[in-house]
């Protein structure tokens, strides 16, 4: 009933929206943002699972429910009906016992010849001492056949007193006309209320026989209501009937005025015979039927539905609240989520607009989500780096342009340089100076080593050669007073580097450290591989630096102009990777070394 509701509901909206119009605007949205996206993603994967659950459980719910109930019903009555024959079975013995008690046989077959013994205490004794623990539960009592004799733990029930009863009115007439082979007979048809207030609703019936086989007597064993109190109040039903398909009477155990034949029990009237263990399913009601064995007796647990209809509805009208609130909830949470997402999202887009126009000064702050954190600090990285390469790209074109520039000063006439160089040559040759022609020919070999710019690189061996050329001129200068050493590790002696980073070392050891220098003047050049890097060591035992110049050297072009361009070469062609360490102390000497990676350089 409900799903067809809501089915009518959707049709009546959908005549008065234009579906199509909204299909294409949500069609637009979905491919024009990704909030747009976002926001449809999350509230289809919220609407999908409740939608699922709510039609579901409007379409098997209720049915869903009965079936529950039924089996329920189904496994309480079975237990109900154990208890009530636990319950017969123990008075049904106690009848027994009564009945084959020789004392009280004795006395009802004496009764029966209208012969009464006076004294019939230690009869009574024998009674109660057969019903003990249950007399506030049960009923025992006995009569002849004459009732001349007459017992009871209680006050002697009027309708077992056989001296006024006729054929149709004797509580015993059933059991008389039973057979010979029936014990006893159990029935609801005798219900009265005690003088203690007890309300009975069972009677167990039994015959006395005396030793002739002949009945001279009955047993009557009432069952009170308090007796089987506790099995209604713990099954859950709306009713529970006690139906005696002998006497086509029933009885309600929780409401206990309501007694009679079936047409006093509306829920019984559909019931046909005989009676089939099991669940009825009914409009408002489910009827669950168990036998209680070795009786005639039936058990009836009546289940109102009704009331799970009602609440049924109730529920839908929640599920409907609820549904409407989670929409409305997963649509302002997936609006933030959205925002939270697309937000920094769409500054990452902005600012890499603005570095696509050429503004490298942009950069975006960093989202506290993972993931996006991670793009916008790459994109951090990236203009960064972007901006560090343009710098290094424009110094290197001047530094290019002004190296061209002195290439082409130097170049004017390079013919006049080599034969003046050889004009000197020859007339220190004819002269038979050998210093001279010495510094001439090493001399033309460093001038012809500076102006050739066809190869910006020159292997280690060369660099030492060029080196051992100019020490050459300044030993013929300065005599034995200069002592050098010099050390190139074979394994790297072919390995390439820029040109003219050791000769700019090795003259300023000489200007700025030895010259000043008083005494023998020591310089070592070193190059040799330490792990990936290959170290290049000059130093000398010159006068030092002073004490404020730093350990560490840092590169400026405002002073030191010849280290800070081998340093700049250095970086520009290796990166962070190489550069020049500078270690002094005043009147000590220097030491500066070239750290260069041999993972970069060419063999």
Do not use: C
């Amino acid at each position: 009933m409900q799903l067809w509701k809501l089915s009518r509901t959707i049709f009546t909206l959908a005549k008065y929206m234009d579906v199509s119009y909204t299909m294409d605007m949500a069609h637009t949205l979905f491919h024009k943002s990704l909030f747009a996206r976002l926001m449809i993603f999350f509230l289809v994967v919220m609407l999908i699972p409740v939608s699922l659950l709510g039609f579901t459980y409007l379409a098997r719910g209720e049915k869903t429910v009965k079936n529950t109930l039924s089996e329920q019903g189904e496994t309480n009555i079975r237990w109900a009906a154990s208890r009530l024959q636990q319950v017969i079975e123990k008075y049904r013995h106690k009848a027994y016992s009564i009945s084959m008690n020789d004392d009280i046989v004795r006395l009802v077959a004496t009764g029966a010849s209208h012969q009464i013994p006076q004294n019939t205490t230690e009869i009574y004794e024998q009674l109660f001492s057969i019903m003990e623990g249950d007399t506030y539960l049960a009923t025992a009592s006995v009569v002849s056949t004459s009732g001349k004799v007459r017992l009871s733990t209680h006050l002697f029930p009027q309708q077992y007193d056989l001296r006024y009863q006729g054929n149709e009115t004797n509580p015993f007439f059933d059991l008389s006309r039973a057979s010979s082979e029936t014990a006893s007979i159990i029935t609801l048809r005798h219900r009265y209320v005690t003088k203690n207030n007890a309300f009975v609703f069972l009677n167990i019936f039994r015959r006395i026989r005396d030793e002739n086989n002949s009945v001279v007597g009955y047993v009557a064993v009432d069952i009170h209501q308090d007796a089987i109190s506790s099995i209604p109040s713990e099954l859950g039903f709306s009713d529970l009937l006690l139906i005696d398909t002998e006497n086509y009477v029933a009885y309600s155990m929780v409401h206990m005025d309501k007694y009679g034949d079936f047409s006093r029990f509306s829920e019984l009237k559909t019931i046909t015979f005989p009676l089939v263990p099991g669940n009825t399913q009914l409009d408002n009601t489910i009827i669950s039927l168990a036998p209680i064995p070795n009786t005639q007796l039936y058990l009836a647990g009546i289940t109102d539905t009704a009331v799970l209809k009602k609440n049924i509805d109730n529920y839908f009208i929640i599920g409907v609240l609820i549904l409407a609130f989670g929409i409305l909830l997963a649509g302002i949470l997936a609006y933030f989520f959205s925002r939270s997402i697309v937000q920094p999202i769409g500054t990452l887009a902005s600012s890499m607009h603005k570095v696509e126009t050429g503004n490298l000064t942009t950069r975006v702050t960093e989202s506290n989500i993972t993931e996006i954190g991670q793009l916008q600090r790459s994109f951090n990285t990236m203009v960064q780096q972007i901006t560090t390469l343009m710098e290094l790209t424009r110094e290197e074109e001047a530094k290019l342009r002004e190296a061209e520039r002195k290439a082409l000063e130097a170049q004017m006439n390079p013919h006049f340089l080599y034969n003046t160089l050889n004009t000197v040559k020859a007339i220190a040759k004819l002269h038979n100076e050998k210093e001279i022609l010495t510094i001439t020919t090493k001399l033309g070999k460093l001038l012809r080593n500076a102006i050739d710019n066809r190869e910006t690189e020159t292997t280690l061996r060369e660099s030492f050669s060029l080196v051992e050329s100019y020490l050459t001129i300044q030993r013929i200068r300065f005599g034995e007073k200069l002592q050098v050493i010099t050390e190139l590790d074979e394994a790297i002696a072919e390995v390439k580097t820029p040109k003219l980073i050791i000769q700019p070392l090795v003259e300023n050891a000489l200007i700025h450290g030895l010259e000043p220098k008083i005494g023998n003047w020591r310089l070592s050049i070193r190059a040799k591989q330490i792990q990936s890097n290959i170290i290049i060591t000059v130093a000398d035992n010159g006068v030092g630096f002073l004490p404020s110049t730093p350990s560490k050297f840092e590169p400026t072009a405002d002073n030191h102009i010849g280290l800070y361009n081998i340093h700049r070469r250095l970086q520009l062609h290796y990166g962070d990777a190489a550069g020049i360490t500078i270690d002094s102390a005043l009147n000590e000497g220097t030491t500066v070394i070239l750290r260069i990676p041999r993972s970069s350089t060419n063999v």
